[in-house]
């Protein structure tokens, strides 16, 4: 099969996972010497697909041959899709001819389980020698992890690669058996504690070998089960602590073609999922818990991002004086980021703060201003219901697909 | 020099070219220093010279003024809350972004072995920022590519890299807009299989893509064409599932749990 034919299909089959990250690395370059390849921590999108999709990184498989059944998959062993495998040195040749172009910042690798998962993770290993060691290549390396594979074989890869990742999918046990029964809730967390068991080995000593310097992340598909956000972000928040992940990925769950009666045919929750990284947001940037965000069982509101919707629940914390707040108070009004706050607090150092400022500092006042105090503005609708005040604010909604699950 | 000279912003104008303001009368500049000695924060000159960069109305004056505020004692002209420091530091921040532009979607064409060795080069690109960063930005190039030897042509200035050193130029030679603008690429087409495929239609999203990636990019871009194209085919009902046509179309294979080990087990076909 010809290069390009392998290309279109593995390209195709390896779309689903969202990550596409080329952050975090360490500072490296190749001004001057063999090889190819620099990263400065900042990650680059060189392109956008129709999707909105940032393209950063060359996302393939190295084969969508798959022992596996996983029903929301397109790669699973009874699914009815052209199949093929690329050598290890074909990736390379694609991943160093697109980064000379300047198309990509670097690889990110994933594949179907062939004979084995040490077998398979051995090759995925075998691409990234060969790019670091053969050709000096200094860009950014995201290998996807096998669950079950050797700890050494873990290891190794974590050694090669700037970023590892090893997917839970579905967040709860009985999904994982109904859907994917060759996957274990366990093995998938025994494989990131082997990865942040590698990253804290090394977390201070500058002089040893680095180990994912851009740490590790995961994904979940939203919408292929009932699992409702609650459980959603109380697990990301488990993630976050217990092993150090640097992002959850949350993947709307595309239908498929030759779809298993098993998971939804409807259109991706892309809302929904917007919601939840909004959320996954504040719990990582912000200092929210996940059981602020959401109290009890279920999904996020669609209508009303969730910051504005814990305002609305925590009413008695506001309005907020924005010349005398802390700044991680600030940070919590809806309508003012984490840079505005920063830059509010510089100004205050210098002279009051009225509300002409934040309409400089572009502060999305529609939202803010029920919130907030300033030196010449106080809110008249402080005193309005929470209800009336959501009725206002919430964003216009397209007419309702009803899901499979709601 | 003029600050030092007391001269108040709204006495000057700053102009690049022949000056179109008929009641403008002209006034000598000053030759030497006078008499104000100004205190600026070494931020400040980082800031300017940044916002120098910025290609637009008022360019040079609106930099004097901030200047003048600031030498004056004024320093909220600095930050983003006041009127001109917001100003400031939105040009600092399209500058950056631009910046950023060029490392984003400036593409490479890589020359045939016929000419890499009387051109001395191996790649060239033609890339049309909006403002003055060429030259402050392309040390990341440089960076990234090793030994190899590039070369940018833009409408107004270019640069080249040896492998060594850099040769910018104020005014890109004509000869390296040629060999920019006109390099063949049958190459492409491998890329633009890549952006096709990893595209997933039941998400189509055309306004996340023009936020991100401004159409003035999209002609540079070896996937630009495309653009139109996929999305006119996501939207005539392709949308249910994620699958591209060409994939779609082809015979696909089920892997019997019987046979799975001897089809795991074949060499990779090359």
Redesign the interface.
């Known amino acids: 099969m010809q290069l390009i034919a392998k290309l279109g299909i593995l390209a195709d089959a390896a779309k689903y996972d969202a990550s596409c990250a080329s952050s975090g690395a360490p500072k490296r370059n190749s001004r001057g010497g063999d090889g190819l390849g620099a990263t400065n921590g900042m990650g680059i999108c060189h392109s956008y697909t129709p999707d909105g999709r940032c393209v950063s990184l060359l996302k393939i498989l190295l084969t969508n041959f798959c022992l596996y059944d996983c029903q929301y998959c397109v790669n699973r062993r009874s699914s009815n899709v052209p199949r093929a495998r690329f050598s290890p040195e074909e990736v390379v040749r694609l991943t160093l001819d697109f980064y000379r172009r300047n198309c990509i910042s670097g690889l990110f690798l994933s594949s179907g389980i062939i004979r084995s998962a040490d077998y398979t993770m051995e090759q995925l290993i075998r691409v990234a020698r060969l790019l670091r060691e053969e050709h000096n290549f200094r860009g950014y390396i995201h290998l996807k992890t096998i669950p079950d594979a050797d700890p050494l074989l873990i290891e190794e890869a974590g050694r090669l690669a700037d970023r590892l990742s090893v997917n839970i999918e579905l967040p709860t046990d009985e999904s994982l058996q109904r859907l994917a029964p060759e996957k274990h809730a366990h093995t998938i967390r025994q494989a990131m504690g082997v990865i942040h068991q590698g990253q804290q080995a090394v977390a201070n000593e500058p002089k040893a070998p680095r180990f994912t310097p851009a740490g590790q992340s995961t994904q979940v598909i939203v919408g292929a089960d009932s699992t409702d956000d609650s459980t959603l972000l109380r697990n990301a928040e488990s993630l976050y602590q217990g092993y150090g992940l640097k992002r959850v990925y949350y993947s709307a769950f595309s239908p498929i073609p030759d779809s298993p009666g098993s998971v939804p045919l409807a259109a991706p929750p892309l809302l929904r999922e917007h919601r939840l990284y909004q959320a996954d947001f504040l719990l990582r940037g912000y200092g929210y818990k996940a059981g602020e965000l959401l109290g009890q069982a279920g999904n996020l509101a669609l209508d009303i991002d969730p910051k504005l919707a814990w305002a609305l629940a925590n009413r008695e914390v506001f309005p907020l004086d924005v010349n005398r707040a802390e700044p991680a108070l600030l940070a919590r009004i809806p309508g003012i980021g984490l840079r505005s706050v920063q830059r509010l607090v510089a100004l205050r150092r210098e002279r009051r703060i009225r509300y002409d400022d934040l309409i400089q500092l572009r502060c999305v006042l529609d939202k803010a201003r029920p919130f907030i105090v300033t030196s010449d503005y106080r809110p008249a609708q402080a005193e309005l219901r929470s209800g009336l005040l959501r009725a206002r604010l919430r964003e216009p909604q397209a007419p309702v697909q009803m899901g499979l699950w709601g | 020099m003029l600050l030092s000279h007391g001269v108040d912003p709204s006495q000057v104008t700053w102009s690049q070219g022949p000056v179109a303001d008929l009641l403008a009368e002209a006034v000598a500049l000053p030759e030497v220093q006078g008499p104000f000695r100004a205190s600026i924060p070494a931020a400040l000159l980082g800031q300017l010279e940044q916002a120098s960069r910025y290609h637009g109305e008022q360019r040079w004056n609106f930099l004097y003024e901030v200047l003048w505020r600031v030498a004056h004692g004024d320093?909220?002209a600095m930050?983003?809350?006041?009127?001109l420091g917001?100003e400031l530091h939105r040009r600092i921040k399209q500058v950056s972004r631009e910046a950023?532009h060029l490392?984003?979607?400036?593409?490479?064409?890589?020359l045939p072995e016929s000419l890499v060795g009387p051109l001395q080069l191996d790649?060239v690109?033609f890339h049309e920022p909006a403002h003055d960063i060429l030259q402050s930005a392309s040390g990341?190039?440089?960076?990234?590519?090793?030994?190899?030897r590039w070369l940018i042509a833009t409408p107004r200035d270019g640069i080249r890299f040896d492998?060594?050193a850099f040769d910018y130029q104020r005014q890109c030679p004509a000869l390296w807009q040629q060999w920019a603008r006109n390099a063949e690429d049958p190459?492409?087409?491998?890329?633009r299989?890549?952006?096709?495929?990893?595209?997933?239609?039941?998400?189509?999203?055309?306004?996340?893509?023009r936020l991100?990636?401004p159409g003035r990019f999209w002609r540079h871009?070896p996937?630009g064409m495309l653009?139109p194209q996929?999305?006119g085919l996501?939207r005539q009902g392709k949308?249910?599932?994620?699958?591209?046509q060409?994939?779609?179309a082809?015979?696909?294979?089920?892997?019997?749990?019987m046979k799975?080990?001897l089809?795991?087990?074949?060499p990779?076909?090359?």
């Not at chain 2, 949308?239 to 591209?244: E, V």
Request: glycine content about 8%; charged content about 25%.
């Open positions: 320093r909220t930050l983003a809350g006041d009127r917001s950023h490392h984003a979607f400036l593409r490479f064409v890589p790649l690109a990341h190039f440089a960076d990234r590519l090793g030994r190899l492998g060594q190459g492409a087409e491998l890329w299989t890549y952006y096709r495929h990893t595209f997933n239609p039941a998400r189509l999203n055309p306004d996340a893509l991100h990636m871009l996937e653009i996929l999305e996501a949308q249910r599932d994620g699958q591209a060409e994939v779609a082809q015979g696909g294979k089920t892997i019997s749990a799975r080990e089809l795991a087990a074949k990779p076909t090359q």
